[in-house]
Structures are given as C-alpha cells and as structure tokens.
C-alpha cells in the first residue's frame, strides 16, 4: 500500500527558505552600494554645470567666477561694472551630487591656489581647465577645453 503526501517537507521549505534569504541579499547590497555608473553620473552633473557656466557667460556678455570648495561651488557675475551673486539654483536644475568632492583643479595646467577663482569670460574663450572629482571609492577627471567645452574621462 503506497501513501501519497499532500504539502512539502520540512526540507524543501528551507531549502526554498534559504534561496529566497540569499537572492535578498544580493539585491540589497547591489541597490545600497554607490556604483561607478552613479559617481559617473554625478561626474557628468558637475561636467555640465561647468559647461552651463560658461555658455551663460558668453550668452550674458558677463565675467562669472566661482570659488571652488571640495563639495560646492559659489559663483559671481560681473556685468555692467558691478559684481552680483548667481544663484546657481537658477540656471541650473539640480543640487550639487552628494559625497562627491573636487580633490584638485588645474587651470593651464598649473593647480590652482587656495582662494584663487575659476573664472569664465564672456567672449566665450576659456583656459583649459581640469578637476579630478572622487567620492572616495572611484576618481576622475573632467577636462574643459579652450571653447568652455567640458568633459568626463573615464
């Protein structure tokens, strides 16, 4: 007489159990770890900020410098011989990316000193400037040509 059982074992519901708790695992630390294609992703954020930099001195006919901080940046516009705050909010749509810092910028190839100002000209003409941009786990540079042009090297 054979006896046919309904349900599962004990030992195929861990089983079960155990493959569930593992594939949950790596789907956690894949979605709570920075990846590279992010911190490229905020690399190219502060890329175009530059780039945005630029075109709006050129477009405005005005002088815009910025101090450089690790993880911000403040710029001013000279028009019509007076100096003005830019609200970067206002030209451009997102915050500068968390946990990214600048660790050196250098402009015609000669770092930059402490207190020394970024500046884009209105004739749209720039100095070749370069950042190296970390977060701590990956590093790269964006290099900015001599038409305020900016990129991200990989």
């Not at 990214?100 to 402490?114: D, K, S, W």
């Given at each position: 007489m054979s006896i046919k059982s309904k349900g599962f074992t004990?030992?195929?519901i861990l089983i079960v159990l155990a493959i569930?708790?593992?594939m949950s695992a790596v789907v956690v630390l894949n979605v709570?770890?920075?990846s590279y294609a992010t911190f490229m992703a905020n690399a190219r954020k502060i890329s175009t900020t530059f780039g945005i930099l630029s075109?709006?001195?050129a477009y405005t006919n005005s002088i815009i410098?910025?101090?450089m901080e690790?993880?911000?940046l403040s710029c001013k516009r000279y028009k019509n011989g007076?100096?003005?705050d830019l609200n970067l909010q206002n030209i451009i749509s997102w915050s500068w990316p968390q946990n990214l810092t600048i660790e050196q910028v250098y402009v015609n190839g000669a770092?930059?000193?402490q207190g020394e100002r970024i500046k884009f000209l209105a004739t749209g003409d720039q100095a070749p400037m370069s950042f190296q941009v970390t977060d701590g786990r990956y590093t790269t540079w964006i290099d900015g040509d001599l038409n305020g042009n900016f990129e991200v090297n990989n």
């Amino acid at each position: 007489m054979s006896i046919k059982s309904k349900g599962f074992t004990l030992l195929e519901i861990l089983i079960v159990l155990a493959i569930v708790g593992i594939m949950s695992a790596v789907v956690v630390l894949n979605v709570g770890a920075p990846s590279y294609a992010t911190f490229m992703a905020n690399a190219r954020k502060i890329s175009t900020t530059f780039g945005i930099l630029s075109d709006q001195a050129a477009y405005t006919n005005s002088i815009i410098v910025c101090d450089m901080e690790t993880n911000s940046l403040s710029c001013k516009r000279y028009k019509n011989g007076s100096w003005t705050d830019l609200n970067l909010q206002n030209i451009i749509s997102w915050s500068w990316p968390q946990n990214l810092t600048i660790e050196q910028v250098y402009v015609n190839g000669a770092p930059l000193r402490q207190g020394e100002r970024i500046k884009f000209l209105a004739t749209g003409d720039q100095a070749p400037m370069s950042f190296q941009v970390t977060d701590g786990r990956y590093t790269t540079w964006i290099d900015g040509d001599l038409n305020g042009n900016f990129e991200v090297n990989n």
